[in-house]
């Protein structure tokens, strides 16, 4: 059985896991799969029991309340200082390549992510499997959309970029429709790449085998009554539309009968967890949640969801066809992009700051559950990206064995 080597690193959320795990559910089907991680631990998340799985010592970024993203990286739950980590985690990935021997080799985001923060583990790495005698495929697994940030030269960084990528890697898994978003639509200088780019549609949540409903809302999603779900991913960003959610309950409450189940997120500070409970108390026609490994299931029993716009939960709208409201995030643009271009195939709604008022946003709820549903079902969208990424790296070694 060939073996895949795939590097995930969680700076500030969950996303990049998330994706990940669904692209190894996929994977451990065909491949034995080894998982090197280094990001913080989610309460209630299961890594799959099929995947080795070799947890580094954990570096994260902060997130600021102006939504700056903080370049320093900082160390969590180790006495150890960053160049102490830095110099272990370097040298823990040679190690575990050596010993593991892959094949394939897959950094999820890296380079066209996180570039500068985690070059001191990555180039080392990259460098190694390149001076190795194996003939391990080095592959860039890359959602949708990438490098959305305000650059002081985005030409020179664009082209820095693909360079690099030119210099180490065999490949590109691109996890986008290439219909709806391809990578020349934010990466201009695309076409200096010299590797191929494999377009593999979306990846998109699997079903969990044991879906698991809090008790108190199994009653509640039976009911007929209109279900509202909101979520905002890791709980990282989002706070103000969880507020605005709460506030508006009551307005929403003397118009029309309805329930709503909000998960704030795994990773949202236990201060604002506390806020946003104070917030709800004594409101019967809210559950307040952190998290459920179960979301899609809970999606595709609802009447409407309302969320930010990150890449899994836009991917689990699409998958449910639940009718949706998207408030993008305000961090970066890439949010905004995805859902722009969705809300113009008539997929989802998009949810503007000055709509978080919260008579306007019950009102603005109350009507777009009125309308006749306007996700435009007759558009298919490639939604098998994991299926198609283990195809396409069945396919690479193939080729690979044959050339040599």
């Not at 001191?120 to 003939?135: A, G, N, T, Y």
């Not at 809970?298 to 949706?324: C, E, F, H, P, Q």
């Amino acid at each position: 059985m060939k073996k895949i080597l795939f590097y995930c690193q969680n700076l500030l959320g969950m996303g990049h896991l998330v994706r990940t795990t669904e692209l190894m559910r996929e994977l451990v089907k065909t491949f034995e799969v080894c998982l090197i991680e280094g990001g913080q631990k989610i309460d209630g998340f299961e890594m799959l029991p099929e995947v080795e799985v070799i947890q580094l010592p954990i570096i994260q970024v902060e997130i600021f309340d102006s939504l700056q993203v903080s370049k320093q990286l900082q160390v969590i739950g180790s006495t150890l200082s960053l160049e102490e980590v830095k110099e272990f985690r370097k040298q823990k990935l040679i190690e575990v390549f050596d010993q593991f021997q892959p094949d394939v080799l897959i950094t999820e985001g890296y380079p066209f992510s996180k570039n500068g923060v985690l070059a001191f583990e990555m180039i080392p790495l990259l460098e190694h499997v390149k001076k190795s005698d194996r003939s391990t495929q080095i592959i860039c697994s890359l959602r949708d959309i990438i490098m959305v940030k305000e650059f002081a030269d985005r030409d020179a960084e664009e082209r820095r970029r693909c360079e690099f990528v030119n210099r180490y890697y065999d490949g590109i898994l691109l996890h986008s429709d290439p219909a709806i978003h391809r990578l020349e639509d934010n990466i201009s200088t695309a076409d200096t790449l010299t590797c191929p780019v494999y377009y593999t549609g979306y990846v998109v949540q699997s079903e969990p085998d044991r879906v698991e409903f809090d008790p108190a809302d199994l009653a509640l999603l039976n009911d007929p009554i209109p279900k509202i779900v909101v979520s905002v991913g890791g709980g990282k960003l989002g706070h103000d539309l969880l507020e605005s959610i709460i506030q508006a309950a009551p307005l929403l409450q003397e118009k029309i009968s309805h329930q709503i189940v909000i998960f704030a997120g795994p990773l949202m500070d236990e201060s604002k967890y506390q806020q946003l409970e104070k917030l709800a108390q004594g409101q019967k026609n809210i559950s307040l949640r952190r998290f459920t490994p179960s979301l899609i299931a809970y999606l595709d029993r609802a009447d409407l969801s309302i969320s930010l716009g990150g890449y899994n939960t836009t991917m689990n709208i699409l998958k449910t066809g639940v009718r949706s409201i998207i408030y993008p995030s305000d961090k970066d643009r890439e949010q905004a992009i995805r859902a722009e271009k969705l809300e113009k195939l008539s997929l989802l709604k998009i949810l503007n700051n000055s709509e978080l008022e919260p008579e306007r946003l019950a009102q603005l709820i109350v009507d777009y559950l009125a309308e006749e549903s306007n996700l435009n079902l007759e558009y298919q969208i490639q939604l098998e990206g994991a299926k198609q990424a283990s195809l396409i790296l069945q396919e690479l070694l193939k080729s690979n064995l044959i050339a040599a």
